[in-house]
Nanobody, 127 residues
Framework: QMQLIESGGGLVQAGGSLRLSCAAS????????MGWFRQAPGKERTFVAA????????YYGDSVKGRFTISRDNTKNTVVLELNSLEPEDTAIYYC????????????????????WGQGTQVTVSS
């Protein structure tokens, strides 16, 4: 059974930085795409970033490009999201997700294309 546990959220002032981590159990971590999503109160869950199985390809939502960086360590079953130049609009619960799909599956952006989710970690950015 795959479990994903996020950590690293918190309260930060605008312009600050945070580092979110996602630790995965199970033996399928390094064979699957990993993603981060976020959900603000009253809004839909939206794509933030994703990373390919070997870490060679990364994908970002338009609103976070140039500010956030995703990385993974397959030896430690972890994926990290570095959040820089944070804005109040980044305030949300951030979720880690694993996509357990065939190798040629290409949708990295839809929440429905991910199969396992963490419980989320709150990020609050004050102005």
């Amino acid at each position: 059974q795959m479990q994903l546990i996020e950590s690293g959220g918190g309260l930060v002032q605008a312009g600050g930085s945070l580092r979110l981590s996602c630790a995965a159990s199970g033996d399928i971590f390094n064979r699957n795409v990993m993603g981060w999503f976020r959900q603000a109160p009253g809004k839909e869950r939206t794509f933030v970033a994703a990373i390919s199985r070997n870490g060679g390809l990364t994908y970002y939502g338009d609103s976070v490009k140039g500010r956030f960086t995703i990385s993974r360590d397959n030896t430690k079953n972890t994926v990290v999201l570095e959040l820089n130049s944070l804005e109040p609009e980044d305030t949300a619960i951030y979720y880690c997700a694993l996509q357990n799909r065939p190798l040629l599956y290409t949708d990295r952006y839809s929440p429905s294309s991910y199969d396992y989710w963490g419980q989320g970690t709150q990020v609050t950015v004050s102005s």
